[in-house]
């Protein structure tokens, strides 16, 4: 698990085994080549508490081995009989809110696919949900020998990250994205709406 602070980052890595406890890499880390991957849904337990529903799967099927962790990754334990799908209700200014990107999943063979991340965000820019699909609404899968990037091969390098904009009546959400030509110079931050149009 690697998170970025609110400054953009990256902290030190976090690794845990599927339950949520602490693990010690016994080897070489790499990407699981047997079809093995996750699925996420984020949870209300007892209409208070949102949490996280882990599926594994294994070529796209189910496996029946679900886990729960809270929205930070930890272990979580749900009363089974007070769980229902999706985030529990929050005050309106802090509500989950859907946003979409364009990927690129250059794949293990050399071509490169796009396709959308969808994800639900909550107001301090934590991700509750994800899912991929294609450009035309199918699921896809993103190869686990490729590399997903948010921009085409060739085209300019950038990064996006997802800001919080505070005052005293509201909490905005934005994107800042910034990025580097070709000679590798910085060039000037463009902020915009989670619809792409210039922010503020």
């Known amino acids: 698990r690697i998170c970025k602070d609110a400054d953009g ?14 693990y010690a890499v016994q080897g070489e880390v790499g990407t699981c080549q047997n079809g093995t991957d996750l699925e996420m849904k984020v949870m209300c337990d ?65 071509t490169v696919e796009p396709f959308l991340r969808h994800m639900v965000v909550d107001c301090e820019g934590n991700v509750l949900e994800t899912n991929d699909t294609t450009l035309g609404g199918q699921d896809y899968t993103v190869d686990p020998g490729g590399q997903v990037v948010a921009q085409a091969p060739g085209a300019p390098k950038c990064e996006a990250f997802l800001l919080c904009d505070k005052t005293a009546s509201a909490t905005t959400l934005f994107l800042r994205r910034i990025c580097k030509d070709a000679d590798g110079n910085t060039q000037p931050p463009e902020d915009t709406d989670l619809n792409g149009a210039a922010y503020p």
């Open 46 to 110: 007892g209409g208070t508490t949102s949490f996280l529903r882990w599926y594994v799967t294994r070529d796209g099927q189910l496996t029946g081995q679900p886990f729960d962790t809270d929205l930070n990754g930890v272990a979580y334990t749900a009363d089974p009989a007070g769980v229902s799908v999706g985030p529990c209700p929050q005050d309106p200014e802090c509500a989950p809110t859907p946003t979409t990107q364009l990927l690129y999943d250059i794949r293990a063979d050399g």
């Open 9 to 22: 980052i990256p902290q030190p890595p976090e690794d845990t085994d599927l339950d949520g406890a602490a």
